[in-house]
């Protein structure tokens, strides 16, 4: 059983509470794996809050707030777990050399999910629940005449996801929304 929580969408400044920043992130971070659905069709009549349509920069946009608030937890963590280390702590400086790996990673841009942990290093990461470390799906929603087979801007998410190790998928909403309406006899 799959359940899935619509979150609503993230704008730049999240990470400092902008828009709905601390609600999304609450939300976003109890979860399993994400789904990123990015808009990859122009319609004037659906206002989108850069007033353009780039799937890629707003991949980044949502990338760089998940980032800057796992990068929040991590300097918070890092300093109660120096002054511990100070004092000569075996684990305290057993985490603190994992957790500068996670802090240089996230000043580089690069998400948590980018680094391989071995079970001892996890003990330390897991309980930080970082938003960055967990899998994601980027939903490509396309046009209905782009439906299968995607446009210049799904390809470009792909192209991009596939770099980070992610994977994509590309659907037209508004076909599956039509569908939905049907009945099962005129779905088949």
């Known amino acids: 059983t799959v359940e899935i929580v619509d979150i609503a969408g993230l704008v730049k ?19 399993d794996a994400i ?6 069709f122009d319609n004037d009549n659906i206002i989108h809050v850069d007033n353009s349509i780039d799937p890629v ?4 946009t949502i990338d760089i707030e998940l980032q800057l608030k796992d990068l929040e937890t991590v300097q918070k963590r890092l300093e109660r777990v ?35 942990f071995s079970e001892k290093e996890e ?12 899998p994601v ?10 439906a299968g087979e995607g446009n210049s801007q799904s390809e470009a998410v792909a192209k991009m996801a596939a770099e980070q190790g992610a994977r994509t998928v590309v659907i037209s909403a508004a076909i599956e929304a039509e569908v939905a309406q049907l009945d099962d006899e005129e779905a088949t």
Do not use: M, W
């Open 123 to 134: 003990v330390f990461v897991n309980p930080l629940q970082f938003i960055t470390s967990k």
């Open 13 to 31: 400044g999240a990470s400092k509470g902008e828009g709905l920043g601390n609600q999304f992130l609450a939300n976003i971070r109890e979860t």
């Open 82 to 116: 120096k002054r511990t280390a100070k004092t000569g702590n075996k684990e305290a400086q057993a985490e603190l050399e994992v957790l500068l790996k996670v802090e240089s990673t996230l000043l580089e841009g690069k998400s948590v999910r980018s680094l391989e």
């Open 57 to 60: 920069r707003d991949k980044e």
């Open 137 to 146: 799906l980027y939903v490509c929603n396309v046009a209905e005449e782009d």
């Open 35 to 40: 789904l990123h659905v990015l808009r990859c």
